[in-house]
């Protein structure tokens, strides 16, 4: 369950801002470790919730201060180009935080510890409870504000068309601002249940897990934040399945957990290009 709802939190995060420009966010995963990073460096001053909060708060101003000095600068630019910016700065993000970090492994402080439920001959830990609850409710009160909000009226509407979304009054700069925000909020989520048990804590390795979000936010389709969300799940269900049945895998070698999901994603792109549920674009010639 930890793998899904990481995998689903990365995707939506990933596939957040990466729906509103076409652009795999490969930032992301810098994000990811920025928003574990406050979490973990505050909750023995503050307590955890407020640590959480402060950390989800500094994720979301470190996304919106890469879009707001970096990436507003190449608005406009090819789709490539704005992917290799964002290559860029996750490297220079990447790593002063794992300079930060070092060696240590560092514990978020969250009140599950490593409490189990055992409901019959089925044990559960408390964390991947709370990780469900929590991307259910992240979900869908993203999809409602999505939906039902004015910014994420603008948000559809400036994806379908920039340029039309501008005639009408729709500020583009504040979207895509708003975009990269929520995408670093997401991301400190994300970083928390990364980090829980029955994994040690925060490390410089954590951001390798959020390239989980890449395979899913691509297999489910760029354009499309429901694409982004059936593709984390199948990301987590495919790592899942492949790391439960690795010992009967062994002719496979090891680490068959980890390489499933790409494996996955280059088989449905195969079939279909666009992703699950990309939009096909035609071009009269």
Do not use: C
Not at 21 to 48: K, M, P, Q, R, W
Request: hydrophobic letters at 55%; proline letters at 3%; glycine letters at 12%.
């Amino acid at each position: 369950m930890d793998e899904t709802t990481a995998a689903v939190g990365g995707a939506a995060a990933g596939g957040g801002s990466a729906w509103w420009t076409e652009v795999v966010n490969f930032a992301h995963a810098s994000l990811l470790l920025a928003g574990g990073y406050v979490t973990a460096t505050l909750h023995d001053d503050i307590g955890f919730w407020p640590a959480l909060l402060a950390g989800v708060a500094g994720a979301a101003l470190v996304g919106a201060a890469v879009e707001f000095l970096v990436m507003r600068r190449y608005r406009g630019s090819d789709q490539s180009v704005l992917a290799i910016v964002t290559i860029g700065v996750d490297i220079l993000l990447t790593t002063e935080l794992t300079r930060r970090i070092g060696t240590d492994v560092l514990a978020l402080g969250d009140p599950w510890g490593n409490a189990v439920l055992t409901v019959g001959p089925v044990s559960i830990a408390h964390t991947r409870i709370a990780a469900f609850v929590a991307a259910a409710l992240l979900i869908t009160v993203f999809l409602l504000a999505f939906r039902y909000t004015s910014w994420g009226v603008a948000m559809r509407a400036t994806a379908e068309s920039p340029e039309t979304a501008a005639l009408m009054g729709v500020r583009l700069g504040r979207v895509s601002l708003g975009a990269w925000a929520v995408a670093g909020g997401l991301a400190a989520v994300a970083a928390l249940f990364l980090t829980v048990f029955p994994t040690p804590g925060l490390e410089r390795a954590t951001s390798l897990a959020a390239l989980k979000a890449f395979p899913a936010a691509i297999l489910g389709g760029l354009d499309s934040t429901t694409g982004a969300l059936v593709g984390g799940l199948l990301v987590g269900v495919t790592e899942s399945l492949a790391t439960g049945y690795q010992s009967d895998l062994t002719f496979l070698g090891r680490g068959l957990g980890d390489l499933a999901p790409y494996v996955v994603m280059v088989a449905i792109l195969l079939i279909r290009p666009a992703g699950l549920f990309g939009t096909k674009e035609l071009a009269r010639v």
